[in-house]
């Protein structure tokens, strides 16, 4: 039993993702209610230089379960992955009297965590929050759902237009080096195919989805694109089918930022309080430098280092099916 932990900071990093509001309640409550004193750090690791820290009550948290985007806000800050920008940060949590700290965020974000961990001895419990589901020791992270549903959706209007000028769409989704959310937004909209990172050969899982299409005299092709799967991305994808395939002329549909908004599903709420109170309970553990995840619907500790470095498949199976039901 960590006595020794008074203080808790938290901080919201990297990418926003729907959820983040929830488990910044979850922490704040799950730490007031273990007698601990909350510090919200505003603007990621670039708060935490700048010593943008302030006090939370439960009231400071009230109302924000259905909010979309971080109340915390969020940034990206090169400063915080020198040294010197650490050891500014170190003096925030010092000059504050933070004795452990907790941020919600992707890799990058535990990649920072982990080595002010190593080099200052602090604490740190990191709680996976990104649309891009990309963490290794999870089955999902926050905010995933969420975006899975709004590409989902996007891909659904999309699809109503396709069908009545008989189109090819290409739709470009977010996910950094990740598949997770083209491939699994492909299988809940019925799209003809999706192009990711993890399968190469991209020219042959086009050719097949398109000739897919003319085969089956299907009346509109959905063809979901990862925006990092191919050198510039959709746009690039749908001049190769301009060049081969004249008879189709493919429009292009970025999704964009409009993928990380919106009201957290229910889903996204549940794991971002579940996740938000393991932390607390992590700390109340005497666990160090770890990540709160999901295992099979159960909370799991898993080592920040690992969670980092290990590399989460995407799922042979959901890969199968994709293929199979797009015939
Ligand atoms: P998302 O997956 O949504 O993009 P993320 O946490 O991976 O989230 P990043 O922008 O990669 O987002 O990282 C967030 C912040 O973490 C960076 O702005 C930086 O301050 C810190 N960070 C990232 N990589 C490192 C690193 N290698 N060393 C130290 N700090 C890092």
Known sequence: MSYSIKTIGVLTSGGDAPGMNAAVRAVTRAAIINNM????????????????????????????????????????????????GRKKAYETLQREQIDALIVIGGDGTFTGARDLAQEYNIPIIGIPGTIDNDLWGTDCTIGYDTALNTVMECVDKLRDT???????????????????????????????????????????QLKAAVGQGQRKHKNSSIVLVQEHAVEGGAMAVAKVVEEHHPEYSPRVSILGHLQRGGSPSAYDRIIASRLGCAAIQALLDDQRNIMVGIQNGE?????????????????????????????
């Open 162 to 204: 396709g069908t009545s000028h008989e189109r090819l769409f290409l739709v470009e989704v977010m996910g950094r080096d990740a598949g997770f959310l083209t491939l699994n937004a492909a299988i809940a909209a019925g799209a003809e195919a999706a192009i990711i990172p993890e399968r190469e050969a991209v020219a042959e």
């Open 37 to 84: 004193r909350v510090k919200a750090i505003f603007r990621g690791y670039k708060g935490l230089i700048d010593g943008e820290v302030q006090e939370f009550t439960s009231q400071d948290v009230s109302g924000i379960i259905q909010r979309g985007g971080t109340i915390l806000k969020s940034a990206r800050c090169a400063e915080f992955m020198t040294p010197e």
């Open 299 to 327: 909370i799991a500790y898993v080592p920040l280092v690992k969670a980092i470095k290990q590399k989460k498949d995407i799922k042979q199976d959901e890969w199968e099916a994709l293929q199979t039901l797009s015939i």
